[in-house]
């Protein structure tokens, strides 16, 4: 039970950074951009993030672990939504193909990500982390609360983070499904010319949903630093996480909902073999580690052949809208 | 075009917007071109300012990144090498590319035609000479490219299935049996890490100029797909499907066999890279085989307006920058990421500056620009 209960929290850490990023990604998709560049954008989130406390650290007489932590958060949101800000403006503005301003904000966000960690490294003097106050932030739980017995272990001993994953995952599912704007962003996705005759500001629906989907990928990437990670800069530390975030957005089918329960599923299988014994051996586990990939084809194809409406793409998405082409 | 400019005419009577666009089609290519040179210009300029905030000067960084790519022999064979797959994943993406299949799946086809290349020499090696060996690898190498390239264009064809998630969920599926290949059944006894063991010299690609033939292959492919692609019949179907699968249905061609058909042709062209990287480069497979080509190529068969001779000139550029960076990692301690961030400012300039050649801004009182022509 003890160890089941362990699984439990793993789970929940490990799933965290994929909820950010897939929320990050449909509420991005679901303005009709398909954008790829959700790794690079975690990248850019992750040492920006670890970059804003460390220096906040290093500048203040006596750091506040909860104020470094706030900063961080900060910090990721703003760098990633300034990389989803250069493709909104290469795609939306200038309109470049989609998927390739994707690919090309992986290559440069990840080179970002390496590029300033190591230059952060070497001015720190070999290696950057920040201070065991930040760490033990990020490694928190909710004060009283966390100590009953069983429950407070499984819903209230984690870093606020986490919490924030949810919260955000809540807001945005409420968002897209329970207001005006949500409704007109989603007919944005599905279909910018209909949407544009309603009067509806295509661009601006486009800018602020990639931009701020963007930085909710960047708190993923800030997450995985700070926490799995544990504050320290690891290069290609982010390396697979945007795109395991791509495939669930997929796996998902596009619902913050079910983004709630399908990041915490994947989470858990890539902890699953540390705690249940499977009887794998290395190699094996290299193809388990590929069933959220196949599972996701699964649910591509299943979807795509019932063709269920619900269930699909935001109809737009990929393709560029030039008001001019009608 | 002539329609179009009425229409805009027409909504000029009304109110006029400041800035307004108009399609044109008229620059001259050696004004494109000189557009898309100035704008790795300015990339580079912005790559400037980076080295001098580090407290580096330019010019010396720049010269640096040339002279480690070029300067020696050993240098040039490198960058040459690195060039090579990156041209081979362009041109494979080239044909699906033209015909809007967004194929970014050329990292997976490339590591398919690596295991099927390295499962020839493995198991293969002795039991034919060295140049049926070699031919056996290429054919295994393109045919294994190509069925993992026709399962996502089946899915197309069939169900009208999203083939940009499907191409990418399959990377990730043939990496991961790489890993497992590599853990697992094909684990080198000896070694004590997870590696796969060293293919026979038998297998090897023999080399001139110094360089594996590899750039003889590729280059007889960019030779071929140039032609493929502009004159002949399959490559004008391709052009049509790309432009408009309605007309390509309407003038009786079969589209989802033009769809599995091309994207055999564009996976197993990635196989071959995946070969020539076993077969002329790592002599082994392993999870770094492919290591992000199939995801850069995308970028270099794009900003080549998917001009195969471009590609040389691009794929080349981006070598460069590549092996540069390794330089000034050595001589500038800058790190070797650099030249991912290089390469994504000149994307980005790149792809930006498509706009100012396929648009024109016209502002509102400059009457003479009117027919936007």
């Given at each position: 039970m003890y160890k089941f209960i362990q699984f439990i929290c793993a789970t929940i850490l490990a799933g965290t950074p994929f909820l950010y990023g897939t929320v990050g990604e449909i509420l991005t998709e679901k303005s009709g951009n398909l954008n790829l560049g959700v790794e690079g954008m975690m990248f850019m989130g992750g040492i920006a993030g670890l970059a804003g406390a460390f220096y906040y650290e290093k500048f203040t007489a006596v750091p506040i672990g909860g104020i470094a932590a706030l900063i961080a958060v900060v910090c990721a949101f703003c760098c990633a939504a300034l990389g989803a800000l250069i493709y909104c403006f290469l795609t939306?503005?200038?309109?470049?193909n989609q998927n390739v301003t994707g690919l090309a904000l992986t290559i440069f966000g990840t080179g970002f990500g390496n590029f300033f960690g190591e230059v952060l490294s070497s001015r720190a003097g070999g290696y950057v982390a920040v201070s065991a106050a930040t760490k033990a932030v990020f490694n928190g739980n909710v004060p009283v609360?966390?100590?009953?017995?069983t429950v407070g272990k499984l819903?209230?001993?984690?870093?606020f983070a986490v919490y924030l994953a949810v919260i955000v995952a809540i807001a945005i599912a409420l968002f897209l499904n329970r207001t005006r704007k949500g409704l007109s962003l989603r007919a944005v996705g599905e279909n910018p010319a209909t949407a544009d005759a309603a009067g509806i500001n295509v661009t601006l629906y486009k800018y602020l949903a990639t931009c701020i989907g963007g930085g909710i990928c960047g708190i993923g990437g800030m997450y995985i630093v700070m926490v799995t990670c544990s504050g320290v800069w690891v290069n290609?530390?982010?390396?697979g996480y945007g795109w395991i975030a791509v495939a669930l957005v997929i796996f998902v089918t596009w619902s913050p909902w079910r983004a709630l329960i399908g990041s915490f599923i994947f989470g858990g299988l890539s902890v699953l073999r540390y705690y249940l014994h499977?009887?794998?051996?290395n190699a094996q586990s290299q193809l388990y580690d590929v069933v959220p990939y196949a599972a996701t084809v699964i649910v591509l194809i299943i979807t795509g052949i019932r063709q269920s409406r619900e269930h699909?793409?935001?109809?737009?998405?990929g393709e560029n809208y030039f008001r001019e082409e009608r | 075009m002539g329609a179009n400019s009425e229409k805009t005419k027409r909504v000029l009577s009304h109110a006029e917007p400041l800035v307004r666009l108009a399609k044109r089609s008229d620059m001259p290519a050696s004004k494109a071109w000189a557009i898309r040179v100035a704008s790795i210009v300015a990339a580079l300029a912005i790559g400037a300012v980076l080295i001098v905030a580090l407290g580096h000067n330019p010019f010396s960084v720049y010269a640096d990144m040339v002279k480690g790519s070029f300067f020696t022999k050993t240098s040039r064979v490198e960058t040459i090498k690195i060039a090579i797959p990156l041209l081979g994943a362009a041109l494979a993406i080239t044909p699906a590319f033209k015909m809007k299949?967004?194929?970014?799946?050329a990292e997976g086809q490339i590591l398919a035609g690596a295991i099927a290349a390295t499962y020839v020499a493995l198991f293969?090696?002795?039991?034919?000479p060295r140049p049926v060996l070699i031919l056996v690898m290429f054919i295994a190498g393109a045919a294994a490219g190509g069925i993992w390239g026709v399962i996502p264009a089946l899915f197309k064809a069939k169900?009208?299935?999203?083939e940009t998630l499907f191409t990418l969920m399959f990377n990730y599926i043939v990496l991961g049996f790489v890993r497992y290949l590599q853990n697992?059944?094909?684990?080198?006894?000896?070694?004590?890490?997870?590696q796969i063991a060293m293919i026979g010299f038998q297998s090897r690609l023999p080399k001139v100029f110094g360089v594996h033939i590899g750039w003889i292959i590729i280059l007889a492919i960019t030779v071929a797909m140039f032609f493929y692609l502009k004159y002949a019949k399959q490559g004008y179907e391709i052009s049509v499907v790309g432009e408009s699968v309605k007309t390509a249905q309407y003038a009786g061609m079969n589209v989802g066999w033009i769809i599995i058909r091309t994207m055999f042709i564009s996976g197993a062209i990635a196989g071959i890279a995946g070969f020539l990287i076993v077969s002329?480069?790592?002599f082994t497979l392993s999870e770094s085989t492919a290591g992000g080509v199939g995801f850069t190529a995308i970028t270099v068969a794009w900003l080549s307006r998917l001009n195969p001779f471009v590609m040389v000139f691009i794929s080349m550029f981006l070598a460069t920058l590549s092996k540069g960076s390794n330089t000034i990692q050595t001589n500038?301690?800058?790190?070797?990421?650099a030249a991912e961030v290089l390469t994504g400012i000149i994307l980005f300039c790149m792809l930006g500056c498509e706009f100012f050649i396929n648009y024109k801004l016209i502002f509102r009182h400059r009457k003479g620009d009117e027919a936007g022509v």
């Open positions: 939306i503005t200038l309109r470049a609360l966390s100590s009953i017995p819903l209230f001993s984690y870093n290609n530390c982010i390396s499977l009887g794998l051996n699909a793409i935001p109809a737009s998405c | 299949f967004w194929n970014i799946g293969w090696i002795d039991k034919m169900w009208g299935i999203n697992g059944p094909w684990r080198a006894p000896a070694s004590s890490f997870p002329g480069e790592d500038f301690k800058i790190p070797a990421s």
